[in-house]
């Protein structure tokens, strides 16, 4: 039996995989999300050119799957609203263990569109993982597929992931990419991109999900000389701007050019 699937998709790994599986392999429909970053990320323009390129892929190689996939509904960053119990509860649950800023408005974004149940693809090495592998259980009859535990009752972590499934938790990136050669979908998968930062139509190096690519066992995808620089960021630049940082700041309270923080 089908299902209709709410996915939040990237033009990333992780969710072209998720995309990618719904469609061809379980035969389920799709209906993707996307969260338009054009005035704040430089990689949107990428972003989207991978979606057309993997949207046109599907409907060359398997057109009864294409099918199945509707038109991706684009949401403008600047459009979500605010809402202070979500910033609030994503603020106490991030003080506790590292979530990124965008699972606040992710949340926001569900309860003012209303979407139910949004696959969100966070896998066993994101960062969030750990935020949420306490608190989740299986959905029945979906294997490999979670959600949270006690559901709306109102806490802190169901008011930020209440409104998702989970449906890579188990994999890694490299299992991801195993299982999509196994149903002769890697071609498709090295349509997608990640990094936020390009320069000349290349991934940075340096940017966060290019640090992660790396991590992750996908350096290959970013050029030698660019993942050299990534390192000398990632353990030498970074670290030396954070020790600075802070007694800068107090040099200047000491020399009377910057007031003390209250």
């Known amino acids: 039996m089908s299902t209709h699937r709410h996915l939040l998709w990237t033009g990333g790994w992780d969710s072209t995989y998720q995309l990618l599986r719904s469609l061809i392999v379980d035969g389920d429909s ?10 704040h990320r430089q ?32 949401t403008r960053r600047g459009e979500i609203a605010p809402d202070p119990q979500i910033t609030e509860a994503h603020a106490r649950l991030k003080a506790q263990s590292y979530i990124g800023d965008q699972y606040d408005w992710l949340a926001r974004y569900c309860r003012q569109y209303r979407v139910p149940k949004l696959n969100l693809c966070i896998h066993r090495d994101d960062k969030a993982f ?16 979670y959600r949270l535990q006690g559901g709306a009752d109102g806490s802190d972590a169901a008011l930020i992931f209440g409104s998702y499934v989970f449906p890579v938790l188990d994999m890694s990136k490299i299992e991801m990419g195993q ?7 890697a071609e498709v998968m090295a349509l997608t991109w990640f990094c936020h930062t390009p320069i000349g139509g290349a991934p940075c190096g340096r940017c966060n999900p290019c ?7 996908f350096g290959h995808r ?14 030498v630049i970074y670290p030396t701007r954070a020790w600075i940082k802070p007694r800068s700041r107090a040099l200047r309270v000491w020399l009377g050019i910057r007031k003390p923080d209250s």
């Open 30 to 39: 799709v209906e993707p999300h996307y969260i338009d970053f054009e005035d």
């Open 211 to 217: 640090r992660y690519t790396i991590e992750e066992g």
């Open 222 to 235: 970013i050029r030698p000389m660019r993942r050299w620089t990534g390192w000398v960021y990632a353990h």
């Open 179 to 185: 299982a999509a050669a196994e149903h002769g979908l």
């Open 43 to 74: 990689s949107a323009s990428f972003e989207r050119a991978a979606m057309d390129k993997i949207r046109a892929e599907i409907a060359d190689r398997w057109p009864e799957a294409a099918a199945r996939l509707a038109p991706p509904k684009v």
């Open 130 to 145: 750990k935020a949420i592998r306490d608190r989740i259980e299986p959905v029945p009859d979906r294997p490999g597929t």
